[in-house]
């Protein structure tokens, strides 16, 4: 196992002369962004250098095994494996365990501590828990400084098709931003929402539809530097995909029942074919070589959900959760989408830019989805105004061929100060400096076999020797564990973020009812 530590990067070459070549011009990249004080493309160089397009590719649910490059060995995934081969593939790259937050974090270059959309919209709750759960933002601003106004700022046009999930509101909801709204969110395109035969049986979840709409958005725009934000819905449940890839897998003895589905399986090839088609069209279209492509999942993919509204009234005092729902096994990693453990929170990230970086490198430096902003606007050339807190880091250089040594050790967080049990999470909060991650459950938790405890828990565990976090080292460590445990309640303190209490109005017998009626003492 590689220690993060010691990180280790492997430039794939095709002789060893190739890969002189390629390691010197690493270190001069490295040299000049490193040493200069402006941006990679700063406004005086525009009339020599036009920034790079953007193309930021957002699948939903998708766990970090899936790939090929990532170790998935039943769907083949070919165009995203070459993408990584020509590019760069993190093996630590963080999101937020559900959609809505991931995708505020992306649009904002902040923790969702800080931006407030922690919580997936619209809202629903645990109101009679054994811990609050502190107000979220149940809509995210207009007025809020987002990627895309960024970039249009730097003079990009700026587009975003698919999935929104950030509004529940006349802008926009679940299955996209309106056209007529886009311009408050820093769009000067957004395609009409998908209708609701894009989601039925042998459909796809509009994942062609979605892809025709970049490649024209792509084309169409080509005079000027262009973002473009392809955000799809699959593989999100209710999964479906095209009837012939799913009876591929029928007939290699895969069925309707999960873990790997057919139909699962199918959705999942069709996202790597869609991948294809964009690739494809770079290149016919020429801009391949100046265009920086950014690929990630919004949260780790679905390995097991609880069927825990089936619980008794009253609720028993430690019930066990039993899973109705199997997909994708995510080992190595442990558990999967909701939950604050790797495989919640870990996901495949891709980046590639010709033009701008080497290929064939695997980083395990530790990212997340807040370096995406400010990593965009440093390859633009633009800037977030004065008074915007970002809490992201700009990886060109690390991308470029630097060490990164400042990202080594830099502290990795996550803020889940809420309940949904259908994915085994309670209020908790966590925190990853180097190769060691401390979480801490503020009241109570469901352990690895589904039961739920009524205690708190602070946890501990080295993922480079323990990636699937199996031995809780809190005891053992117990001074690291205390030291990292100060340094998250700093952060949360430093950001002014509400930690989950003991709640005034718990009722055991409905302790664990979710419900969409809010009560009268959450209303403000």
């Known amino acids: 196992m590689k220690t993060t530590a010691n990180r280790r990067r492997r ?66 995934t070919p165009n995203l494996d070459r993408l990584a081969g020509e590019g760069a ?4 790259a963080y999101v937020t365990s559900q959609c809505t937050p991931t995708r505020a974090t992306l649009l904002t270059g902040q923790y969702t501590a800080r931006h407030g959309l922690w919580h997936v919209l619209s809202w629903y709750g645990y109101p009679w828990a054994r811990m609050t759960e502190p107000a979220f933002a149940e809509n995210f601003p207009r007025e809020t400084f987002t990627l895309a ?7 990009y046009v700026t ?39 894009e989601f039925k049986e042998g459909a796809d979840r509009g994942v ?18 262009w973002f473009c934000y392809l955000s799809h819905h699959m593989i999100h449940g209710v999964v479906v995909a095209p009837e012939s890839l799913t009876d591929k897998y029928r007939r290699q003895g895969y069925g309707n029942e999960g873990p790997n589905r057919a139909v699962y399986l199918a959705g999942l090839e069709h996202i790597d074919r869609s991948i294809g088609r964009l690739m494809r069209a770079l290149e016919e279209l020429g801009e391949a070589d100046e265009t920086l492509v950014i690929f990630l999942s919004d949260n780790g993919g679905i390995d097991e959900r609880y069927g825990f509204q089936q619980l008794p009234r009253p609720n028993p005092p430690t019930p066990k959760f039993r899973p109705d729902v199997r997909e994708y096994d995510n080992a190595p990693l442990r558990a999967g989408k909701g939950s604050i453990y790797e495989g919640g929170v870990r996901v495949p990230m891709i980046v590639r830019w010709p033009a701008g970086m080497a290929r064939g490198q695997v980083i395990d430096t530790p990212v997340h989805a807040v370096d995406i902003l400010p990593t965009a606007l440093a390859a633009a050339g633009g800037k977030a105004p004065g008074d915007v807190a970002l809490d992201g880091e700009n990886l060109l250089p ?35 400096q180097g190769d060691y991650k401390l979480i801490e459950f503020f009241g109570d938790r469901v352990d690895a076999e589904g039961r739920y405890r009524p205690q708190g828990r602070v946890e501990l565990y080295n993922l480079a020797r323990d990636l699937g976090e199996t031995r809780n080292l809190a005891a053992s460590d117990d001074e690291r564990a205390a030291e990292l445990r100060g340094r998250l309640h700093q952060w949360l303190a430093d950001l002014g973020a509400e930690a989950s209490a003991p709640n005034a109005h718990h009722d055991a017998d409905r302790a664990l009812v979710e419900t969409r009626d809010k009560p009268a003492w959450l209303k403000p």
Not at 149 to 155: D, E, F, P
Not at 215 to 221: L, P, Q, V
Not at 401 to 423: E, K, S, T
């Open 149 to 155: 106004k960024g970039l249009r700022a730097a003079g």
């Open 208 to 225: 062609d539809i979605l892809t025709d709409q970049a490649i024209a958005f792509i084309k169409d725009n080509r005079a000027s530097p």
């Open 11 to 76: 430039c794939l070459s095709a002789s060893p002369g190739e890969g002189i070549h390629r390691i010197a011009a690493c270190i001069l990249i490295a040299f000049s962004i490193v040493s200069s004080p402006r941006p990679l493309f700063c406004q005086e160089d525009r009339e020599q250098h036009r920034p790079p397009n953007i193309l930021l590719v957002l699948t939903d649910d998708q766990g970090w095994p899936t790939l090929g490059c990532y170790g998935g060995k039943i769907v083949p």
């Open 159 to 197: 587009g975003i098709m698919g999935k929104w999930h950030l509004t529940s509101n006349q802008d926009g909801d679940y299955r996209g931003l309106r056209p007529e709204a886009s311009r408050h969110y820093g769009f000067d395109y957004a395609p009409p929402l998908l209708t609701n035969d």
């Open 89 to 92: 593939r993190f093996t630590d």
């Open 398 to 432: 690390l991308m470029a061929g630097g060490d990164g040594a400042h990202l080594v050790n830099r502290p990795i967080y996550q803020y889940y100060p809420f309940y949904d049990l259908r994915w085994g999470l309670t209020p908790s909060a966590s925190i990853r």
